[in-house]
């Protein structure tokens, strides 16, 4: 499964080497920085919700308390043949 793991901090603080290891780790898929406010926006490789949650709140940051998720579990769209009305 993937989780959506949008971050909520006051101020945004410069990338570390931890993020960048889960990245080249294949945990975090893909990674964004947020246009309305500060923060990331990743996209998580994981078993579950919780798995990601251990994956971004063990980063530095996350112990350190400076950073929160919201976490939204994702998936792909119903295969097309199902989305396609049969006549």
Same mark, same amino acid.
């Given at each position: 499964?993937? @989780?959506?793991?949008?971050?909520?901090?006051?101020?945004?603080?410069?990338?570390? =080497? @931890? *993020?960048?290891?889960?990245?080249?780790?294949?945990?975090?898929?893909?990674?964004?920085?947020?246009?309305?406010?500060?923060?990331?926006?990743?996209?998580?490789?994981?078993?579950?919700?919780?798995?990601?949650? *251990?994956?971004?709140?063990?980063? =530095?940051?996350?112990? @350190?308390?400076?950073?929160?998720?919201?976490?939204?579990?994702?998936?792909?769209?119903?295969?097309?043949?199902?989305?396609?009305?049969?006549?």
């Amino acid at each position: 499964m993937k @989780a959506l793991c949008i971050s909520k901090w006051a101020k945004a603080p410069s990338p570390v =080497p @931890a *993020t960048l290891k889960l990245y080249l780790d294949g945990v975090i898929e893909q990674m964004w920085f947020k246009l309305d406010a500060p923060g990331v926006v990743f996209l998580v490789n994981a078993e579950s919700v919780d798995a990601a949650k *251990t994956h971004v709140h063990g980063l =530095p940051l996350g112990q @350190a308390g400076l950073m929160d998720f919201d976490f939204i579990p994702v998936g792909p769209l119903a295969p097309l043949g199902m989305l396609i009305a049969e006549k």
